[in-house]
Structures are given as C-alpha cells and as structure tokens.
T-cell receptor, first 113, second 115 residues
Framework: DQQVKQNSPSLSVQEGRISILNCDYT??????FLWYKKYPAEGPTFLIS?????DKNEDGRFTVFLNKSAKHLSLHIVPSQPGDSAVYFC????????????FGKGTKLSVKP | GAGVSQSPSNKVTEKGKDVELRCDPI?????LYWYRQSLGQGLEFLIY????????KSGLPSDRFSAERTGGSVSTLTIQRTQQEDSAVYLC?????????????FGPGTRLTVT
C-alpha cells in the first residue's frame, strides 16, 4: 500500500506558466517532506523541503505548500522553464525516528517553449 | 567536493548469477542508503546504515539481498541468484546524519539487467 502518492504520472506546461505538482500521503507520522528532481540517467537531486511545523517554504521559483489536515503537499514552479523538464519525486520521512524516505512514483514534467 | 559515486554504471547478468554493486558516499557522511527504482515505479527503500549502528534492513525484498558497509564508508549491495524481477536501477544516497530531515545526496545509480 503506497504511503506517498503522486497521482499524475505526467504534466505538460507552457514556458512561463505555473507548474503545480501534487502529492498525497497517508502516514500521519511523516513530519518531513522533500521534493527531488531527476533527469534521465542521473540520480535524483534535492530541490526543496518542508517540515510539518510549516505550511509553506519558498526557494526562488520553487514553493512547496503543505496541508497537514488533508495530508497533501504541492510544488509550485513559477515561471516554468524548459530546463525544469524532468521527473519530480515527492518524498516523506519521519525526521525523528526513521532514516529512510518513502518516495512517490514521480511526475514527469514537460515544459514546452 | 566529490559526490556519491556508484559502480558499475551498467550491469548485465544472467539469471542465477550473483552481482555486487558498489557505492562510495560523500566523505564525512555518516548515513548511507540503498534504494531501487523499477520501471514505472518510484524509489523503493532497501536498507540504510548509520555510523556503527546495526543497519535497518527492513526494505530488503528477500534474503537474496544483502549489504555491508566497511569502515563506515564504502558500501556493497550483493544480490545472490539474481532473478529477472531484480532488474532495476539501484541508487545509493548518503546524508550528513541519519534522519528524514537531513538531505540525501544520490549517486547516478547502477542499471542492473538480468537476462
């Protein structure tokens, strides 16, 4: 049973517009959430994270929103650029008691010029 | 500084053979993780090591899988009697410390194909 779900396998967005990637989780013990970006033939690279004590974290064009009551988080990319085209993975962890992260299946973002 | 490195980058093996995959973590990182990504799937946790503590092996899919970490640095993931369902990209990651709040840095992965 998947604890972290990314229900959209792919997303296509026009350059300059907003990209919104969604992620849902089921385990209420998760208290730390991360987004990773992955290009083909490379390992995932860390993008942005948020802890459960916050509902928003912003880093340049990337913003992550956390809605704990809905067990939902989203990644907003504004404005989207063609170089953002990659697979984006949502991950969750129990910061205080567990070391491993639980990953979603990923969403493939395509940003068209 | 150097990132996480993995070798080989690609491995093709026959069903039933044993394989060893190697991971060199970032120097000074005490936590090391192994994940795998099968086609169309997310990253599946396999095992992690933290310092000198006993590893968390809860993600290993069967007893054909084992891993060790020598001297708190290099790690080897061994798959015995490989099966076709073992075909996947095996990713290693390290972090400065153990815990979900510490960013994990990933290597490029080893693509394993079992024929």
């Amino acid at each position: 049973d998947q604890q972290v779900k990314q229900n959209s396998p792919s997303l296509s967005v026009q350059e300059g517009r907003i990209s919104i990637l969604n992620c849902d989780y089921t385990n209420s013990m998760f208290d730390y959430f991360l987004w990773y970006k992955k290009y083909p033939a490379e390992g995932p690279t860390f993008l942005i994270s948020i802890s459960s004590i916050k509902d928003k974290n912003e880093d340049g064009r990337f913003t992550v929103f956390l809605n704990k009551s809905a067990k939902h988080l989203s990644l907003h990319i504004v404005p989207s650029q063609p170089g953002d085209s990659a697979v984006y993975f949502c991950a969750a962890g129990e910061g205080g008691s567990q070391g491993n992260l639980i990953f979603g299946k990923g969403t493939k973002l395509s940003v068209k010029p | 500084g150097a990132g996480v490195s993995q070798s080989p980058s690609n491995k093709v093996t026959e069903k039933g053979k044993d394989v060893e995959l190697r991971c060199d973590p970032i120097s000074g990182h005490t936590a090391l993780y192994w994940y795998r990504q099968s086609l169309g799937q997310g990253l599946e946790f396999l095992i992690y090591f933290q310092g000198n503590s006993a590893p968390d092996k809860s993600g290993l899919p069967s007893d054909r899988f084992s891993a060790e970490r020598t001297g708190g640095s290099v790690s080897t993931l061994t798959i015995q009697r490989t099966q076709q369902e073992d075909s996947a990209v095996y990713l290693c990651a390290s972090s400065r410390k153990w815990g979900g709040s510490y960013e994990q840095y990933f290597g490029p992965g080893t693509r394993l194909t079992v024929t």
